[in-house]
């Protein structure tokens, strides 16, 4: 049986602060995992289980609506502007492409919230949505956490925690 409630809250990331950016960074990346296999199940299940399957996809859906999009936003808006002067031109490229996955993924996104039937089409757009996301942790934890660490002052992470809280509406 699919429990959205359960699959939220399953294998969940130790409770992380906001006050540490790199580490909020990672603690997202773990959550955004979750509804990964979330929408897998919801894909391996939806023939069986179509009620609880379309629940559990609504579940992800709000959160990738909310704490994804915030998350592309802490980086792209917060962490990208303040490390983007102090790279050398490799690491600019690969921020860039960072940048590009982000697009890809939105896009991806907006196909799987469009897809209009559990199907195979629904399927191949889950499994396309959960591979471009899976490579774009794995491509971010490569390097960005490392980058943002070096770069960062203690004062720009202070600036990057209390956008990242604003944008969550906790100040």
Same mark, same amino acid.
């Given at each position: 049986?699919?429990?959205?409630?359960?699959?939220?809250?399953?294998?969940? @990331?130790?409770?992380?602060?906001?006050?540490?950016?790199? !580490?909020? #960074?990672?603690?997202? +990346? %773990?959550?955004? /995992?979750?509804?990964?296999?979330?929408?897998?199940?919801?894909?391996?299940?939806?023939?069986?289980?179509?009620?609880?399957?379309?629940?559990?996809?609504?579940?992800?859906?709000?959160?990738?609506?909310?704490?994804?999009?915030?998350?592309?936003?802490?980086?792209?808006?917060?962490?990208?502007?303040?490390?983007?002067? @102090?790279?050398?031109?490799?690491?600019?490229?690969?921020? !860039?492409? #960072?940048?590009?996955? +982000? %697009?890809?993924? /939105?896009?991806?996104?907006?196909?799987?919230?469009?897809?209009?039937?559990?199907?195979?089409?629904?399927?191949?757009?889950?499994?396309?949505?959960?591979?471009?996301?899976?490579?774009?942790?794995?491509?971010?934890?490569?390097?960005?956490?490392?980058?943002?660490?070096?770069?960062?002052?203690?004062?720009?992470?202070?600036?990057?925690?209390?956008?990242?809280?604003?944008?969550?509406?906790?100040?």
């Amino acid at each position: 049986m699919i429990k959205p409630q359960e699959i939220s809250k399953a294998g969940c @990331a130790p409770k992380n602060s906001l006050d540490d950016p790199m !580490e909020h #960074l990672l603690a997202c +990346h %773990r959550r955004i /995992e979750q509804r990964l296999e979330s929408l897998e199940l919801v894909a391996a299940n939806f023939e069986t289980k179509p009620d609880e399957a379309r629940e559990a996809l609504n579940v992800a859906f709000k959160y990738f609506d909310t704490n994804g999009a915030w998350h592309t936003e802490d980086e792209e808006k917060s962490v990208f502007p303040r490390i983007l002067s @102090a790279l050398e031109e490799d690491e600019m490229e690969f921020v !860039e492409l #960072l940048g590009e996955q +982000h %697009r890809g993924a /939105e896009a991806c996104y907006a196909k799987l919230k469009a897809a209009s039937s559990f199907d195979e089409s629904f399927r191949g757009i889950v499994a396309e949505f959960c591979a471009l996301y899976r490579e774009h942790i794995a491509t971010e934890e490569s390097l960005l956490i490392t980058i943002g660490r070096k770069y960062l002052s203690a004062g720009q992470l202070t600036e990057i925690s209390a956008e990242m809280k604003q944008r969550r509406g906790l100040q």
